[in-house]
């Protein structure tokens, strides 16, 4: 198993930065790529963002692209979202995900954290 714990969230005004955090703890070995995804209420979740293993690849949701930056450090098994110039329709609850390496799927997720954006 692999635990993910996410902190970082919290209210901020619309045109401002959050930078959430996600710690993997566990069987992280059988992991590949992190990513974050979010929902909002009454809304499906929706995918954000994901980042490879050694970080050669990044995609990004075209909603986020070029207001969020995705990073990861394998040292200290943490995956960071560095957000900035946040909209209010960016507010949702934030979920950190790990990729199974073997079946190539988002098989652990985190609590979430929380982020509301003020208009």
């Known amino acids: 198993q692999v635990q993910l714990v996410e902190s970082g969230g919290g209210l901020v005004q619309a045109g401002g930065s959050l930078r959430l955090s996600c710690a993997a703890s566990?069987?992280?070995?059988?992991?590949?790529?992190l990513g974050w995804f979010r929902q909002a209420p009454g809304k499906e979740r929706e995918f954000v963002a994901t980042?490879?293993?050694?970080?050669?690849?990044?995609i990004y949701a075209d909603s986020v692209k070029g207001r969020f930056t995705i990073s990861r450090d394998n040292a200290r098994n943490t995956v960071d979202l560095q957000m900035n110039s946040l909209k209010p329709e960016d507010t949702a609850l934030y979920y950190c995900?790990?990729?199974?390496?073997?079946?190539?799927?988002?098989?652990?997720w985190g609590q979430g954290t929380q982020v509301t954006v003020s208009s």
């Open positions: 995900t790990a990729r199974d390496r073997a079946t190539l799927e988002y098989t652990y």
């Open positions: 980042i490879g293993w050694s970080g050669s690849f990044t």
């Open positions: 566990g069987r992280t070995f059988s992991t590949d790529a």
